[in-house]
């Protein structure tokens, strides 16, 4: 027997897995979450993850902005790499607003509370909705405001009970309601337990060119997850309304979809991606926006969530657009075509004689 020493053998290292622009997951991931464990947002902030990862969004091209409140802190758990505005709270739309005009090349994501958004920030948002800038704006709806101890906020169910047992006797706003009315071109409600209908929901986001708003039903387990809640688990999960399966298709893979043409809504979205919605709830047509609200209603008055993809219109001019901007982004041209010269001065001037 010889005695010669032998190599070692290493097992061979198994390759990263990284998507179609050579990135690993990591690079889509953010800092540690401080949020509760268990909260809504987090799940919502793990489907973020997952769905500019899948779509190969390069995260440096991505901007995200938000308000004040427990899921206003949550672009600080997603895309590291992104650039990110925490605004003040109630006013992440006109921060949005500027900064999307100013680099109408970048891609923003927007993140928001039931109470940022339809309490203190609800001027901003009913502007937003009817200019259709390309924004994803986020709502992480638990019905009460999670980081000040969980009063009511105005998303809140008539009859829904607090925590000390208080009842509340407003009616509620629906987010979903007004962004259609007011002419969101992509309106969806979807609830941070399913992660299925949310993941293709952010997918079909991120490839739409206009203003899409989501809001997400996202349990509040400090201080909204009891009985006679009706933003708890057990309600939500129990009340859900599902439209229909959704199939999204990037333009950039071929994958064969196998659907009925009469039970199926076919949308193509603005990158040549497709949307495959299949009905199941009833015959339900999501480019037609009297149906929208009509569905809206009809489950509000339930007591139930219609989700899925509510409304959705590709066809819109989004506000870069309308606005009629010069392709090249304004941050990036020169002082000579940005202000106007001294020939074009004189000649205004003389015009206003
Ligand atoms: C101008 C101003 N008013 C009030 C507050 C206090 N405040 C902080 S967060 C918040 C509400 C947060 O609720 P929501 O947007 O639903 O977020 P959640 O914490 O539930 O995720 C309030 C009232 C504040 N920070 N700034
Ligand atoms: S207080 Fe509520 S909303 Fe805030 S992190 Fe905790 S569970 Fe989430
Ligand atoms: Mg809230």
Redesign the pocket.
Known sequence: MSDAPTTPTTAPVPPKKTNRIGLELASYRGSKTTLCAGCG?NAITERIIDAFYEMGVDPKRVMKFS??????KSPAYFLNPSHGFNS??GRMPSVATGAILANSAMLGIGV?????TGA?GIGQFVHLMRRNLPLIYII?D?G?????KGQF?PTADVGSKAKNGVVNDLPPIDTCALAVELGATFVARSFSGDKKQLLSVLKAAISHRGTCMIDVISP?VTFNDHEGSTKSYSYVKDHDEVLGEISFVPYFEDIAVEYDAGSTTTVKLHDGSHLYLRKVAEDYNPADRLAAMRLLHETARRGEFATGIIYIDPEQPDFVESLNLVEEPLAFLKEDRVRPGKQVLDELMESLR
């Not at 308000?67 to 206003?72: Q, R």
């Not at 928001?112 to 940022?116: H, I, L, N, Q």
């Not at 009460?144 to 000040?148: A, E, N």
């Open positions: 947002h308000g004040i409140g427990c899921s206003s003040v709270h928001s509370g039931d109470g940022d203190i992480e638990n009460c405001y999670g980081l000040t906020s509040c």
